[in-house]
């Protein structure tokens, strides 16, 4: 609770989040000579590249092949080149009418007005909950990753994971990978929800993927002893009888994640809810603008997606902030512009991209109405 | 747990395993004929999702996807000699090499990414794509190369009519008599 | 749209703590009750207070209001519980020799009203509450000052009155009220009209634009104010704290958490209220002086509450001369604490035509000269920099 | 848990082997322990076999490892010195005093 402000920041633009939309949005802007602050809650700059220890998909632009930890490196030291001012330890507290406060290290507050805020919080983790949710061994698929690849410690030694959209799978690899045994995977629908790249590669080291199936208890005196399942229909509905008693120590929750968008609700940002992009997300034009002229957001803020597109709104952000400030000519910002735009696009085609397409398009529509409206 | 499951045939959606329908429609498939010539690639890659590295990365442009980056890779057989490169720079694992030219014995060169690694003369077990063992297989080679940055590719043999089965292996702890 | 008609005795409208107190005795006066609540219950000013309930700082009327108040919340704590309710006895502090002096002052003229506070100087205060700042001059302190869980005390009295009978209907705007020929009150709603004999208006600060449908005005306005909460720590703070200058209250509630608050405006725009980072400065700051202790602990949450403010800081309770059936209750301030013993007393006057404390200071009739509303509403908050000057 | 295995990884296939070479002690509910320098108190816990950070008030339930990114609050420690804090999130230092909430007598 002390407070007073132990270092100034004077920065045109303030990031929110060092992962990859906020490292993207500030090396582009700085790349236009625009000063940059990033300011991160976490002791280390990368977001959640610093746990991503398989390769990217996508093109040579989005380094496809190359590790996403290798990826989050590239990007801070890219960062860190161009002078952006990293402030780590800081978590940002809220959005006063423009005003950002932020917490840093030392328990003081550190307050701050840019010309333009570009907030790149990500996505927060969904939980679901069934008798024995809250039992320590029931954790999210994050946190796995998180204590498994960054801080190097086993979750668990027989484990479970719920849900099998492409965070499940990669989750379920990477705890294999770490020495843990992976008893199952639980999903729901009846059909797998991530890429047939990743469910091949679990179902060949004999990990039965259970579609059609649900978490109905986690047992335990004080952690997980025995986990239940049981078939389900179309709507959801336990088929009775169906129950079967997996072995298992921990539960990893793999179903889906949230827009973080506290920030941009304080800031008074518009919203609207769009379910294929995970929630309630600000409405934004194409160049990441949303209803607040001076505020810009990018990735998972923005609508749950995956890492590479959020470098490219990342760039598209920090490119129009830059713009804004009349850092940019005009053909040279439409040309960039342009190249993020198709690299979206060609990211968000093919039947599992589609979906995300649509959904932003109505995001885009919503922006079009709003200020139609005004 | 028994891990086959009755929908194990329904496919890559259903199962997260290519049925035999998928695997004969698949581009990056060689055919027969090619297979009995000498090592290929075989690219078990099925789905459109946004992703070219092995098209990039292949010195000999054997392998396809055109201008639509979400293009599932087409194998252009008669260009690819087997080298293996495109191995570890898929980021799906979704690529092995095989020769079945051997006399008694085919080879699989397939992507490993655990630790430790098992050693040359190693016997393993041989899991097919539902991570059903098959088979015994011995380890060949082991290569972990820089360029390959950290996925291992591990050559087994195994016994003919097994190289287009096995995919993925599992230690036993023995050795070669 | 045609709309589904229920009799009742008695319809409330606004389930807060004064709603749902009157619902709740009501009912246990015989009534057939019913709630009609816009939102949901307790979701507005009472449930977004920090649940101070210091006796100490009322003046005039409202310190009897609030000893009946502080008397209820115990009997409903003992007797259904989950109001968190606990009387603590409350110290309010003087950090100058002319605060501590004010106190005194204040302390003669509330004592003859029923106050009970008693003047504790430098070592006395140490004595008692070390935990304050060594700079305090003194304290005044009074037995009655009590706090309470605004998250679940007036959800609780709701629970029990439906125990008791009460119908409660949520997510259920009044559109207006309508006085009928034969005697009756219908409260109408999208989707029913409620038919009864009598209906109470108790829906705090937006009781103003109900009562218009009656042509009838009610001078209430909103005040925003804002409140933090830290994270659970050990037991430091003993007492419901307030200051003299009335810009703070202090209390730690069971869960271990520090509750801080004392008014401090918070910002509208659109509508939409939010914290105003000035006045979470401020307020932090001046807790932190009162009890350097708080120093170590983490703010985890602030948010903005309402408080439905009167010109002259007293309640409007009673009925509404010249309309027949219908009444009024709504609190002021620092109302909370009353809410339940105003629920009661509001409740006794539509049920027995008397209560057990007399409500003409209350009545809304002191506003109004021949119908028309004689006070202006009122005034703004002051600007929350200058407060803590 | 149901059996003991390392928890520690100590080799990575693709992260390689794990640089244990700065090491400090920390006293958890006065036993002292070795930590990572610079890991967060919650994966020192759980290298230690310790996965209960706290009972809640309420149940008395078990709480532990939920989130890992110091949103869910589920693995809150007292910490000498800093008060309550989110252990997945808050890195060791040496000598630092940790308790966990397995005591139910300290009242939070």
Known sequence: MRHGRTRSVDSDILVVGAGPAGLAAAIEASEHGATVSIVDENARPGGQLLKQTHRFFGSERHQAGTRGIDIGSRLVATARDRNVDLILDTPVIGIFNGLVVAVNDNRHFLSTRPRRIILATGAAENAISFPGWSLPGVITAGAAQTFVNVHRIRVGENIVVVGSGNVGLIVAYQLMQAGSNVVAIVEAMGQVGGWGVHAAKIRRMGIPILTRHTITEAAGDTHVEQITVHEVDDRLNRLPGSEKALEADTVCLAVGMSPRSHLAEMADCAFTDVPELGGTIPIHNAIMQTSIRSIYCAGDVSGVEEASTAIEEGRLAGLGAAFSLDLVESDLYERRAAICMKALDDLRSGPFGQQRKTGKDAVLREYDEYYKNR | ?177 | MSREQVRTEVAVIGAGIIGVSAAFFLRELGRDVVLVERGGIGEESSGKNAGSMPLQVKKGPLIALCRGGIMTWREMDQDFGGLGFVQSGGLRVAETRQELETLRQQADARNKLGADISILTKQETRSIAPYLSTAIHGVAYCPWDSHCDALTGTQSIARAAMQRGVEIVEHSPVMRLEQTTTGHVNVITEKTLFRCNKVLLAAGAWTRQLALSLAVDIPTDIWIKQMLVTARSERIIKHMLTHTRGNLTLKQVECGSVLIGGGWIGDEARGISRTRFSSILGNVQLAARIVPDLKRLEIVRTWVGTDCRTSDGLPIIGSLSGKEGVYVAVACVGGYAAGPYVGKLVAQTMSNGISEQPLEPFSLSRFHVNGCSRVKPARKPRPAEKKSA | MTAAFDKRITDHPILGPLDTTEQCTIFVDSKPLIARLGEPILAALMANDIWITRFTKKLGAPRGLFCGIGLCNDCLVFVDGLGCVRSCVTAVEEDMSIETRTNEKRRF
């Open chain 2, 1 to 177: 747990m028994n891990t086959t499951r009755t929908d194990d045939c329904q496919g890559i959606r259903k199962s997260g395993v290519l049925s035999k329908e998928e695997l004969e429609n698949c581009k990056g498939m060689p055919s027969e004929e090619r297979l009995k010539r000498g090592p290929i690639a075989v690219i078990e890659c099925s789905e459109e999702i946004p992703c070219n590295p092995c098209e990039a990365n292949c010195p000999r442009d054997a392998i396809d996807i055109g201008g639509v980056i979400t293009a599932p890779p087409h194998l252009l057989e008669q260009k690819c000699v087997g080298c293996g490169l495109c191995i570890s720079r898929c980021p799906g694992l979704a690529i092995t090499v095989v020769d079945l030219t051997g006399e008694r014995s085919d080879k699989v060169s397939l992507p490993y990414e655990f630790c430790p690694l098992p050693e040359v003369g190693e016997i393993v077990h041989a899991m097919n794509r539902t991570g059903k063992i098959v088979c015994d297989a011995e380890v060949l080679t082991v290569k972990n190369e820089e360029r390959n940055d950290r996925t291992a590719i591990v050559t087994l043999l195994v016994p003919n009519g097994y190289g287009m089965e096995v995919r993925f292996f599992a230690r036993s702890g023995r050795r070669r008599n």
